[in-house]
């Protein structure tokens, strides 16, 4: 069964950093996209960042590119989401997801994602 947890939400200040983690299990050996979307109470969903390939071609939204940073680990089971100098409209829900890519200007997510982890900018 594929599987996705996300971790290292939590409460900061604006300007603070924050990251977080996304443990995957059940893909098997194959490469396979994975990305981050956020969603915050009353928006639409928003579609951050996506690994496309295994080479580490990532694209990211422009509302959080230069603050952001998406890695994934040696072994490809754990994906992390370095986010800088946060600010309040970040305040949001955190989810990684499988399955992603980016055309016309927006992201794709196939899925599946996982439950998700709460990050919350506030002074």
């Known amino acids: 069964q594929r599987r996705l947890v996300e971790s290292g939400g939590g409460f900061v200040q604006p300007g603070g950093s924050l990251r977080l983690s996304c443990e995957y299990s059940?893909?098997?050996?194959?490469?396979?996209?994975i990305g981050w979307f956020r969603q915050a109470p009353g928006k639409e969903r928003e579609g951050l960042s996506c690994i496309i390939d295994s080479s580490g071609t990532t694209y990211y939204a422009d509302s959080v590119n230069s603050r952001f940073g998406v890695s994934r680990d040696n072994y490809q089971t754990t994906v992390y989401l370095q986010m800088n100098n946060l600010k309040s409209e970040d305040t949001a829900v955190y989810h990684c997801?499988?399955?992603?890519?980016?055309?016309?200007?927006?992201?794709?997510?196939?899925?599946?994602w996982g439950q998700g982890t709460q990050v919350t900018v506030s002074s």
């Open positions: 059940g893909f098997g050996s194959d490469y396979f996209a």
């Open positions: 997801a499988a399955g992603c890519w980016f055309d016309y200007g927006r992201f794709r997510f196939e899925g599946p």
